[in-house]
């Protein structure tokens, strides 16, 4: 019988590791589950059509050409309910069942609903992460009059750039005591904020909505200081959370994300995991690290098929980082801005509201650069990003020095 | 697919910044600030001693380019001559290839979307030199396909490397 693999999942991770499977030579049957229908979909690029700047089609990247180019077989509209390791066998939620040979999981990431009280069942509570989801937001786009936005995170500040500009009232809300909490320091984040405010955006920080009512034609939001706020969408973007129920973790190993070593498999040797469903490497850290990005998965995806087809690779990790244009400014973060410690000193560099408008924090721990944030500062990225990068190879030859003079 | 590629000579190199210059008339930048090369100094001193380096560099049309892998939209691809090439219909000016290149060969344009050195495509195609290469007046720069910079590379180190090893002074002669 020929040898068959199964791809889960219909993103980024998923389709690089169908194409390195098949441009390593891999000539058995690859089949593919995903609980979706047509071309893979990449959520980045949502905004940026809610907001006109590019069509419809340019969210689905890879195109409808790609399953026939790769010879996929494919079973659209299907979620994985179980996947038993030990028989290496796959169950779906249309009742189908699948013996695989090895198997590639790729299911990335779903949104986090917070727990307020109405707001899952909203008609009016929408997400980007699906292109159902993400077209629902068009008639908003069109006719809503104030919108509030779940979550200051960076795909929230997008969204409230897309509404503001087409003359909709926005509040962004966020229980944390900032904007962008995950990487940002608190001086840049409020930079950004000002920036938010500047434009007119209604930001409420340190706040969680107590419930959410649907009415005829929006939805009342409820604060605990008794205030409301009548909208006609709520956008919630409060986080992701990778898609792996169907995993039994006595099977595969699982800590906040599948585990995998630098070769994408999982505590089963049988199956492999990238994208937003997995940890990898955090170079910085030198340990295994939920760094959901884009260009991680197409990364941990072409490893995973390189070795699933027998070749030997290495996914030899990434360092945080994350861009986000905001208005007219470009943000960006890399490497541990946020680590703290005795021996961490931060560095303040300009002013984004004034001069050339750029700004810089550059983290230091022990004197070697860890971590930065930058405000339109973009010439300083790539000496920062060498810097972080030569403290990383210093700290690793130093601590096989160490241990060469240990007689380790 | 053939590679396209740069090569740079730093022992020839004196800094001048023409290839920048040609780089800006040739894409027509009216901003002093924006070109697609860049060139950068380096100096050593030792006691009495001292030399200045420069390197110019522009994009250097990586074999397993990260831009291309990180692009969300496939906007950044590689072209039949290994030329990192990009859409700009498909750009959405997310700045991911930004974050991304080692190098900063990615820059903006006033409308938000990518724009970066095209290996001077409308030149080459018609057998011309790339801009910067055709205006440095040392012959630092130069430009082929890869493996034929390769071959010329290695034919000038293995002479060098004869040379050195053929060379003897009389008085050590047998």
Partial sequence: MATRYFILGNGGAALHGIRALRIAGFTGEVHQISDDRG???????????????????????????FYQTYQIERHEAETVVSLDARSRQITTSIGGTFDYDKCLIATGARPVMPPVPGLQDSRF???LREPETALNMVTPLQNAEKVLILGASFVGIKLAEVFLKKGIKVVLVD???????????PEAAKHVETLLRQKGIDVRLGV????????????????????IETVDCIAVSAGIKPNLDFLDPEQVRINRAICTNDRMQTSDNSIYAAGDVCEALNRLTNSQQWMGTWGNACYQGRVAGQNMAGQYAEYTGAIPQHVSPIFNWTYMQIGDALRQGPGVQQEFKGDPFTGDNSFTIRVFENDVLVGANLINAATELAGIKMEIISGIEAARHT?????????? | MTQLTFSFDVNRC?????CIVACQDQNDFVSETVAFRQVTSYEERFLT????????LSCLHCGDAPCVMVCPTGAIFKNSEGVVDLNRELCIGCHTCELTCSFGAPKFAEDGRMIKCDFCHDRVE??????????????????????????????????????SLLATEPSKQP
């Fill in chain 2, 14 to 18: 004196s800094g001048c910044l023409a």
């Fill in chain 1, 39 to 65: 071309p893979a979909f990449n959520p980045m690029v949502a905004p940026y059509f809610l907001s006109g700047k590019v069509g419809w089609e340019t969210c689905f990247p890879f195109g409808e050409a």
């Fill in chain 2, 49 to 56: 001693k001292s030399r200045i380096s420069f390197l110019s």
């Fill in chain 1, 208 to 227: 969680a909505m107590k419930k959410v009512e649907d009415t005829a034609d929006g939805a009342i939001c409820h604060f605990p200081d008794g205030s």
């Fill in chain 1, 125 to 127: 509570a929408l997400s």
């Fill in chain 2, 126 to 163: 018609y057998g011309l030199k790339p801009a910067c290469v055709r205006v440095c007046p040392t012959k630092a720069l130069g430009f082929g396909p890869l493996k034929d910079i390769s071959k010329e590379k290695t034919k000038e180190a293995s002479t060098k490397i004869l040379k």
């Fill in chain 1, 399 to 408: 601590t096989s020095e160490e241990s060469y003079q240990r007689g380790a």
């Fill in chain 1, 175 to 185: 229980i944390a005591p900032q904007i962008m909490p995950q990487g940002a320091l």
